[in-house]
């Protein structure tokens, strides 16, 4: 297998990608950001501060993001932390009445690939 070639940092306002949280460590590189890249097959792109209603509803989805996976050096999440979550989830969650707040500056400009920004400006927790 090649190595990993990740997508330019950019974020959907255009300018540099933020960091998201490194504690917990998230990413699809597991690097803080909401970094991508051609195998990032479920585009961990939008940065969001999760909610307990939001960690339900995910579960409830058949994503369990609360459950710690020791295995996959996952803590699980709980209300307060950011996280970059896949792009599809969201609007899922959108369409849903359950999405999750957003952190512009520290989201991924390819989430704009599957999510109008309109809709995530809705949700922004940071316009600038």
């Not at 297998?1 to 998201?20: V, Y």
């Not at 803080?32 to 940065?47: A, F, K, L, P, R």
Request: proline share 5%; glycine share 8%.
């Amino acid at each position: 297998m090649g190595s990993l070639i990740m997508a330019e940092s950019l974020n959907i306002l255009g300018g540099k990608l933020l960091p998201c949280s490194d504690s917990p460590a998230t990413g699809f590189f597991r690097d803080g950001c909401c970094n991508t890249c051609n195998e990032d097959i479920g585009s961990h792109t939008v940065c969001v501060e999760v909610t307990i209603e939001f960690l339900e509803y995910s579960r409830f989805s058949g994503n369990d993001l609360s459950t710690a996976r020791p295995n996959l050096a996952f803590p699980g999440l709980k209300e307060g932390d950011r996280w970059c979550l896949c792009a599809g989830r969201w609007l899922q969650a959108y369409k849903e009445g359950m999405a999750p707040k957003v952190f512009l500056r520290n989201s991924h400009i390819k989430a704009l690939e599957l999510i109008p920004l309109p809709f995530l400006e809705e949700f922004a927790i940071q316009l600038n």
